[in-house]
């Protein structure tokens, strides 16, 4: 059972409802709602009062199970202090997982890690190309270190100063990839992925990916367009996210789900966020996660 799994059954268990829980950590609900959704994990002293307070042990809570000892890891990191507001255009080829996030600082860092590629430093590099208004990332391969390798053992992690994130394209083939922490005009990303996570996002967010997508999207405003061929994915959202749906392109279709069942849809029409599929005969199923109630699916109450 996974954290997420035990946090809502321990709470259902003692008759709280998430914003009764949130209240007795001194959180919000929203909080609460990502934990149980897997949208993200809480800080060590929440750990801590859930487990008093639902009396149970740290391991218990965090899955049952003992944490593993710490693998070696072997890694490779690289810093570029930035000085002016750029265009990031970094393409990664393949990789196992990739996270890309901003913060207040005004370095570049790129790390790369991996529990079994002992000669990481050796086998890959990371190329800079400064130019005025953007900044090129290549991530070169050498010493005969192939793309499979890479998929089964190469981490990257990205930090990007948040004061000079104008816009941001990212091409990449990761099982998973995860975008966090980031208020810019545009951000594209490219290639194959299976798994996609996105949260505290500001942005036009385009994805161009034909294969068939997990995406989980928390804490996010501006328009999220996913453009396939043949595909069927799957978009998890709080069930209080405020959107208006657009489907374009050549016979494909959007549907919804609720509590685990095909529902209505819930989209606003008059919802400033965005959630468009393009593209041709593919499918995207939205699902409402948590406890909020979609908007549009909600009782009506009489006056």
């Not at 400064?130 to 930090?159: F, H, P, V, Y």
């Not at 966020?273 to 699916?297: C, D, F, Q, Y």
Request: proline content about 4%; glycine content about 6%; hydrophobic content about 40%.
């Amino acid at each position: 059972m996974t954290f997420a799994e035990k946090l809502t059954s321990l709470r259902k268990a003692r008759g709280l409802s998430q914003e009764r829980l949130a209240q007795r950590l001194g959180v919000s609900r929203q909080a609460v709602t990502k934990w149980e959704c897997g949208f993200g994990e809480p800080e060590l002293e929440n750990v801590r009062a859930l487990a008093t307070l639902f009396a149970v042990s740290y391991d218990e809570l965090l899955g049952g199970e003992s944490p593993a000892p710490r693998q070696k890891e072997y890694e490779s990191i690289t810093e570029y202090d930035v000085d002016s507001s750029k265009h990031f255009d970094i393409h990664l080829g393949g990789a196992r997982r990739v996270s890309v996030r901003a913060d207040e600082g005004e370095k570049l860092r790129v790390r790369l890690s991996s529990p079994s590629i002992s000669s990481l430093q050796n086998n890959c590099k990371v190329k800079l190309d400064d130019i005025k208004g953007r900044m090129d990332i290549d991530l070169l391969r050498q010493n005969g270190m192939t793309e499979t390798e890479a998929k089964s053992a190469l981490d990257i992690d990205i930090i990007m100063p948040q004061k000079y994130l104008a816009r941001l394209e990212l091409a990449v083939h990761a099982g998973e990839v995860a975008l966090a922490s980031m208020d810019c005009a545009w951000i594209e990303l490219d290639g194959r992925i299976a798994e996609l996570r996105v949260e505290n996002v500001r942005a036009r967010l385009e994805i161009q990916c034909n294969l068939d997508m997990q995406i989980a999207l928390a804490d996010f405003s501006g328009s999220f367009e996913l453009n396939q061929l043949f595909a069927t994915s799957c978009l998890s959202v709080p069930g209080d996210f405020c959107f208006r749906e657009r489907c374009r392109g050549i016979a494909n279709s959007i549907t919804y789900h609720s509590g685990g069942k095909p529902c209505e849809p819930f989209a606003i029409p008059t919802a400033e966020n965005i959630v468009e599929l393009n593209g041709m005969k593919s499918e995207l199923v939205i699902r409402a996660e948590g406890e909020g109630v979609p908007l549009s699916t909600a009782p009506k109450q009489t006056v």
